[in-house]
C-alpha cells in the first residue's frame, strides 16, 4: 500500500466515530433492563404485556423501540392519552412530574400570600 493510501485510510478510520449514537430499538436484554426487569422475568410477563399493548419486537430484526415503550408506558400511567397522544396535567392534589425550582417555590409563596 503506498503511503498516501495509507494516510487516507488512517483519515477516515479516524472520522468513524465523531459522536455517541443512542439507539432507538434494542435487544431484549434492554428493553426488560428499561423496565427493570430481569431477561427472565421480562420473558415471562411478555405475554401479558403484550395483551395489554405492550409494543412487541420488530419481526425482522427482534429489536424492541425504546421509544414505543416509553409511549406506552405514559399511556399505561395516564400521563399521556392513547388517541391524542396529548399530555394531561398533574391534578392539584397529585405531585408534578418534576418538582418546582426554588424560584418557582418562592413565586407560588408569594402569590398564595397575596391572593
Known amino acids: 500500500m503506498t503511503e498516501a493510501r495509507n494516510e487516507s485510510t488512517e483519515a477516515l478510520r479516524g472520522a468513524d466515530i465523531r459522536f455517541r449514537v443512542d439507539p432507538g430499538d434494542v435487544p431484549p436484554e434492554k428493553a ?18 403484550l395483551k395489554r399493548g405492550f409494543p412487541p419486537a420488530d419481526p ?9 415503550i416509553d409511549e406506552w408506558r405514559k399511556v ?10 396529548a399530555s ?25 400570600r397575596h391572593g
Do not use: C, I, V, W
Open 32 to 49: 426488560a433492563r428499561r423496565l427493570h426487569l430481569t431477561l427472565d422475568r421480562f420473558n415471562e410477563l411478555l405475554p401479558n404485556l
Open 60 to 68: 425482522d430484526t427482534g429489536m424492541y423501540s425504546l421509544e414505543a
Open 76 to 85: 399505561r400511567d395516564g400521563l399521556k392519552s392513547p388517541l391524542t397522544g
Open 88 to 112: 394531561h396535567p398533574p391534578q392539584a392534589n397529585q405531585p408534578a412530574d418534576k418538582p418546582m425550582s426554588m424560584g418557582e417555590r418562592f413565586a407560588a409563596k408569594k402569590r398564595s
